[in-house]
């Protein structure tokens, strides 16, 4: 990393924005910043890492009290490089704060970070990276690979901390080496990773060693006799799969025959329910033919009611129009007389208005020009008081400003004594350091002896613990093992306390039950269906006596029913003929020689027809209701009757079923009966006992069987449920004992590893102890020197030297607040003064403002008076534009009266001649509606006279709606097609049935044989895979012994190296010897530069004990502590060490860091050490590092290539500027 560029403003002595060219300033390697004590060089370095890492290494909390007093903000911009080659980058970090209440309080306004793309060419580009603070934060961290701290002490070395990194104790160096060198991951993680490891390495091995004994015997006789059993059962699994299969394909046939003659029966049953619907669709063939009639005259009828509704609807117009023209003529009157009376308005108001109108127009000018003095007037009113408002403004300001002035300056003297009573002289500031330095490291040995003896009680009880786990687990696994050998016994006992029975015993007897239960059942519902049907037999024979003699009263009622219809029909003809003779006759009547007939068309008429129609011979509505209602109760005597019919036929054909079925049901019976006679030899109990006639006789002997079953079956459940709890058991604590053995191996490693961690704290403990007493020496010293702490010790000396630090700190807080209020009050004073001159030359601005506003105020004010006098005659007071609008509206009404009774008796006229028109028309159009509507009542009345209706009611009433027609016809249809696809299933049914019938006993027969070859064929399978079972766990025991040693000889390898491991990295000595090797490294290379700065006189050693002491090869290789070293001895150390830890530290990142700032500690160098110093900096250049030095030391300015030069900031004025010198 190498700094390009710095911008600095607002930044304590940095007022103005100060910008720094390190590419200049660094180009020949060493440089120089130089300036007076106090004139803002170290604020570079807090610039540096305030734009880093968002702190300044000086300030108390992050940038807290840094932003200048005179400032409100407070803005640092840094770019730097960083890489090599082709993957080196330029970055820009911009952070922007500003001033908060407090005013030591600062808050972050902008914060992020920028790539500078192609930043040597024309055109560079920037490339957000990241924003806001802790997203630049962490970005900075990842580029550079460093913390704030570590950057600070490796790279820039602030003032006051230039040799913290070689005071630092061995422990707390070491803390800071492990995290500078990323070493975290050799320390407490990896150690718990392997501990881990092998705790799991441990369990393993205990686990293998319980599976290995738990492997038994697997001899190759064992073997033999499980393959001979496999064969054997395999044979009998391939013959009840023969078997099986035979059965099946019997029992599919059987059952295929079952389903078609089933099939058959529906069939017939389908064609009687359509044989029976036959009557009812004649009857609908009917209803849709006269709907068909009905349908060809609607035309007809629909003509006529249209005429009708036609007619009524024309009288109704003819009627409105009437009554709408006499309305109209009576507005066209009323229209006129409005006319008249507008006219005669407008010529008495006219002329006066006109008039009016002209003397208005010379008001608006009047007017206009009052409206205007009048706003000038009120904009100088408004001025005036403004200025007057001002003047007031001034003079309380100039009191207000003397006021404070007076006050800033009694503030100011108070300021300035309270400073030299607080300020401490740099002698007793440098002791007072030194004394601090010693009580910080007399406080953290003591904190650090009580940490240690803490810890050692820590480490001792966890022995304790570890022993006492150590002995629980290792009584836990005896007790397993106890436990183990008795459940052994327990399974040897149960294993001779087998049922006497085997189980292929009851092979023979279950075969048996499952015949004789199916072959039971079947008899027992032969015998209920015997029962039931000499039951159905009865009410057949009963029923079809019942429906015989309704069938015969239903034929005689029909009969009666037709003779009274015939009667009422042969009457009606005869009317009808009657009335059609005198239908002739009217129309002869109506005939005119010489003009057509209607009929024939002929004009002439020789002998017209003469007949007359007695009202008695007249066939009314209420004879056509008569014959109507006949004609139904003839329907429905027949339908009555064919019902009766029907349930007759039905109910003999029940009868003959009845009759057939019963034949039936006692032919399976006695088959049912036959076919269990073949099971008595073998069932139990049968022995000298006769055979059962019946299912209930059968019963005690199935049940005897099931019993037997079921005992034997249930002494072999509770033995097999015994011996699996037995080997779950086993399982069980087969686990627990495996896991035992892992917990007492990791109990013992846990108890070595306690002991071992004791011995190392107790060994770190005495060593706390010694440092605890050397610091307690050095802080009794440094007291001595500033003369404190005379007869003190230990607590009490402590004690004091707290008081007289924080007194120390107490003096710098209140000398600097008082430097800070003098500096601010100082400026604060010079401001108040020139705002108080300033002031003064307002107040006397403001005085001659108001005089002149006051002068023209009274001359605008005569004006306006004048002019409003004179509008006020002219309008009575009102304004212009309200009479004006007030003329002009009375104008507009009476021109727009006059236009508007015009137009409206034109717009009466005009609707009386189109409602005379209207009325005319609607006249016409009734006349020939009337006509229309006679011309279709004669085409109706002829129509019907030629059809079976007599009027249009009914042959509206014969119509059916769209949706019942389609629904008659499909259902017409339908029942067509369905006869059809009876009959072909019939003859398909009879063709695949070819006379084959199967009856119940020989369909369970079939049933029970398959069942009974699945039952032998799953038994068989059963078998079959036991012995399968059988002989590959034996295979698998003898494979299992030799794998499960393998894997226990890795197992144990693996835990041995496991524990070889976690021995190394036991209490952190992993990590200690890497960063002692580290540290060691460093040493050297800080030892060799020391050497070559003091021309071989001293060296850097590094103790056992992570401590370093100075050896002096002049005087024989004498060591010394580095505290006892003088200030320019110190420095020299420090500097040597400092380079040495920065080169490693960089080592670290991906990139090396290429700068290193030096700040003060030339001071203390006398010209022989000082040339030495920039020798061997001046050496460091080569290596391809800026190094900056931060120094007021004049010899050492002439010795610099590049100087940048600052200058202190002046008291209340400009900040501190910077400036480039060139050698």
């Avoid at 003079?395 to 404070?404: H, I, P, S, V």
């Avoid at 069980?732 to 590893?753: N, Y």
């Avoid at 698998?1036 to 496991?1058: D, G, I, N, T, Y």
């Avoid at 004990?1105 to 002096?1112: A, K, S």
């Amino acid at each position: 990393m190498r700094p390009v560029r710095l911008i600095i403003q607002g930044l304590r002595s940095y007022r103005e924005r100060q910008e720094i060219d390190f590419q200049a300033l660094t180009e020949h390697g060493l440089f120089g910043i130089f300036g007076p004590t106090g004139s803002g060089k170290s604020t570079i370095l807090d610039a540096i890492t305030l734009a880093l890492f968002g702190s300044a290494t000086r300030a108390s909390r992050n940038a807290q009290g840094t932003v200048n007093p005179l400032e409100a903000r407070m803005e640092i911009v840094f770019e730097f490089e960083i890489g090599a080659g082709a993957r080196r980058r330029r970055y820009r970090v911009e952070r922007a704060f500003k001033r908060g209440n407090n005013p030591l309080s600062v808050t972050t306004t902008a914060c992020r970070l920028l790539e500078i793309e192609n930043p040597d060419g024309d055109s560079p580009g920037l490339v957000m990276v990241a924003e806001g603070t802790r997203e630049v934060d962490a970005a900075i961290e990842g580029i550079l690979g460093l913390k704030e701290e570590d950057f600070t002490r490796a790279v820039v070395l602030p003032q006051g901390q230039f040799a913290e990194f070689l005071h630092l104790s061995g422990a707390d160096r070491g803390k800071m080496l492990e995290r500078l060198f990323g070493l975290e991951r050799y320390g407490k993680k990896l150690s718990e990773k392997v501990s881990k490891r092998l705790t799991e390495a441990n369990q393993e091995v205990g686990q293998l060693e319980a599976a290995l004994a738990e492997v038994g015997d697997a001899s190759e006789e064992a073997l033999e006799r499980a393959r001979a059993a496999l064969a054997e059962a395999t044979s009998a699994l391939q013959a009840a799969e023969a078997e099986r299969r035979h059965a099946e394909a019997h029992l599919r046939e059987l059952e295929r025959v079952a389903e078609l003659d089933a099939e058959r029966r529906q069939a017939e049953a389908e064609a009687d329910r359509l044989r029976d619907r036959a009557e009812e669709m004649a009857r609908l063939e009917e209803r849709l033919s006269r709907h068909r009639r009905a349908a060809a005259l609607m035309p007809l009828v629909t003509s006529w009611e249209e005429a009708r509704e036609a007619v009524a609807r024309a009288e109704g117009r003819a009627a409105a129009a009437g009554e709408a023209l006499r309305e109209a003529e009576a507005r066209a009157e009323e229209a006129a007389r409005a006319e008249r009376e507008a006219a005669a308005r407008r010529e008495a108001e006219e002329p006066s208005l006109l008039a009016q109108q002209a003397r208005l127009r010379e008001a608006e000018g009047l007017e206009r020009a009052w409206v205007d003095k009048a706003r000038a007037l009120r904009e100088a009113e408004a001025e005036l008081r403004a200025q007057r408002a001002r003047l007031v403004a001034a003079q309380e300001a100039c009191a207000k400003l003397e006021a404070g002035a007076q006050a800033l300056r009694d503030g100011l003297e108070e300021a300035e004594r309270a400073f030299r009573a607080h300020h401490v002289p740099p002698e007793v500031r440098s002791a007072l350091d030194h004394l601090r330095r010693a009580h910080d490291a007399w406080q953290a040995a003591a904190l650090a002896r009580e940490r240690e003896a803490g810890l050692l009680a820590e480490r001792r009880a966890d022995v304790e613990d570890a022993e006492q786990a150590y002995r629980g687990a290792e009584s836990a696994r005896s007790a397993l093992r106890a436990e183990a050998e008795s459940l052994e016994a327990a399974k040897a006992a149960h294993e001779g306390s087998k049922p006497a029975v085997s189980r292929d015993s009851f092979a023979s007897l279950r075969a048996w039950l499952l015949r004789a239960e199916e072959r039971v059942r079947e008899l027992e519902q032969a015998e209920q269906a015997v029962a039931a049907a000499r039951n159905r037999l009865e009410s057949a024979v009963r029923a079809r006596a019942q429906a015989e003699e309704m069938r015969n009263a239903r034929a005689n009622a029909a009969e009666a029913a037709r003779e009274a219809m015939e009667r009422l029909r042969a009457e009606r003809d005869r009317r009808w003929a009657a009335r059609h003779g005198a239908l002739i006759s009217a129309l002869a009547r109506e005939l005119v020689e010489g003009q057509p007939c209607p009929v024939c068309g002929s004009t002439h008429h020789p002998s017209p027809a003469v007949a007359a129609l007695d009202e008695g011979e007249v066939w009314t509505e209420a004879d056509d209701l008569a014959l109507a209602e006949a004609e139904a109760a003839w329907r429905e005597a027949e339908g009555i009757l064919r019902e009766a019919e029907q349930q007759y036929q039905v109910a003999f054909a029940k009868a003959e079923a009845a009759a057939h079925e019963a034949s039936r049901a006692a032919d399976e019976r006695a088959r049912r009966l036959s076919a269990l006679a073949e099971l008595w030899p073998e069932a139990p109990g049968a022995t000298g006992a006769d055979m059962p006639e019946s299912a209930e006789g059968w019963k005690p002997h199935v049940r005897r069987a099931a019993d037997e079953i079921a005992a034997g079956e249930e002494a072999w459940a509770a033995w097999e449920a015994r011996a699996k709890e037995l080997a779950d058991q086993s399982a069980a604590l087969t686990e627990r004992l495996q896991r035992a053995a892992g917990d007492v191996l990791a109990a013992e490693e846990r108890l070595k590893a306690a002991r071992a961690e004791w011995a190392r704290q107790g060994a770190s403990a005495s060593s706390a102890e010694e440092k605890a007493r050397d610091s307690a020496e050095l802080l009794r010293r440094a007291a001595e020197v500033v003369s404190l702490g005379d007869g003190l010790e230990g607590d009490a000396l402590a004690q004091a030297v707290q008081d007289r630090l924080r007194r120390l700190e107490e003096d710098d807080r209140r000398a600097g607040e008082a430097d800070a209020r003098r500096t601010s009050l100082t400026a604060d004073l010079a401001q108040v003064n020139a705002r108080l001159q300033e002031a003064v030359q307002q107040k006397l601005e403001a005085e001659r403002q108001v005089h002149e506003a006051e002068i023209r105020e009274a001359q605008l004010r005569a004006g306006a008076d004048s002019d409003k006098a004179r509008l006020d005659d002219m309008t009575g007071g009102r304004p212009v534009a309200e009479v004006r609008v007030e003329v002009e509206t009375a104008l507009e009404d009476l021109r727009r009266a006059l236009a508007e009774a015009l137009r409206a008796r034109q717009e009466a006229e005009a609707e009386r001649d189109k409602a005379r028109t209207a009325a005319t028309q609607a006249e016409a159009a009734l006349q020939e509606a009337r006509r229309t509507e006679g011309r279709a009542r004669e085409a109706l009345e002829a129509a019907l006279a030629e059809s079976d209706f007599a009027t249009p009611g009914d042959v509206r009433d014969a119509l059916l709606g769209e949706r019942e027609v389609v629904a008659a016809e499909d259902e017409i249809a339908a029942y067509r097609d369905a006869v059809q696809a009876v009959k072909q299933r019939l003859d398909d049914l009879a063709r695949q049935l070819a006379g084959r019938r199967v009856d119940e006993a020989e369909l369970a027969a079939a049933r029970a044989r398959a069942q009974a070859a699945e039952a032998a064929h799953g038994e068989a399978q059963q078998h079959v895979g036991a012995c399968r079972q059988q002989l590959a766990d034996l295979e698998a025991r003898r494979a299992r012994f030799a794998e499960v040693s393998a894997k226990l000889e890795q197992a144990r390898e693996a835990a041995r190296r496991l524990k070889t491991l976690s021995d190394v990295l036991r209490a952190n000595a992993f990590v200690q010897f890497v960063g002692r090797e580290e540290m060691a490294d460093v040493a050297r290379q800080a030892s060799d530069r020391l050497a070559s700065l003091t021309h071989g006189r001293y060296r850097l050693v590094l103790t056992p004990t992570g401590d370093f002491v100075i050896r002096d090869d002049h005087l024989g290789g004498v060591e010394r502590p580095v505290g006892t070293l003088s200030g320019g001895e110190t420095f020299v150390t420090s500097l040597s060490l400092a380079l040495s830890l920065s080169a490693h530290i960089q080592l670290r990142g991906q990139h090396p860091l290429e700068f290193f700032f030096l700040d003060e500690g030339f001071g203390t160098l006398d010209p022989e050490l000082l040339d030495v110093v920039m020798s061997s900096l001046e050496r460091l250049r080569l290596e391809r590092m800026a190094i900056g030095l931060i120094s007021h030391v004049p010899e050492l300015r002439e010795r610099v290539p590049r100087r940048l030069v600052v200058e202190p900031a002046e008291p209340g004025g400009r900040g501190t500027r910077v400036r480039l010198e060139r050698a």
